[in-house]
């Protein structure tokens, strides 16, 4: 597995776990974020955005760290759209919540570089 390709893998594989784990301990009300931070928003507890980062942003970052180590272009488109679905989950948080931190800085630059480290592994396959 070449440079590119790696880095790749172990970006999604990043996301994927901080996502899922993430999400998870929402669900599970293990991550405790104050509920004034839903206020003004569509949602009255953190069930829906729990969901949402665990299956579409964990989920997707998952499923395109397995389709990296089998196939590079496979992985590779798998790996772009997964890294859209981040910065549209980030683009939508700041949206919705009106408020930024440094970890929406950090998963921000988590989906740009799985969308450029994507398209550099397409190109060389």
Do not use: C, H, N
């Amino acid at each position: 597995m070449d440079a590119p390709r790696i880095a790749l893998l172990v970006v999604d594989a990043f996301v994927a776990l901080t996502a899922v784990g993430g999400g998870l301990s929402l669900l599970t009300k293990l991550a405790r974020p104050p509920l004034d931070w839903l206020r003004g928003t569509p949602f009255k507890s953190y069930l829906i955005p729990g969901s949402i980062l665990t299956s579409a942003v964990g989920g997707s970052a998952m499923a395109a760290t397995v389709a990296v180590v089998f196939d590079s272009e496979i992985g590779a488109a798998a790996s772009a759209v997964a890294g859209a679905i981040l910065i549209g989950w980030i683009a939508g948080e700041y949206r919705i919540l009106r408020q930024s931190s440094w970890l929406q800085a950090l998963y921000l630059g988590a989906g740009l570089l799985m969308v450029v480290f994507a398209a550099i592994v397409w190109r060389a396959s």
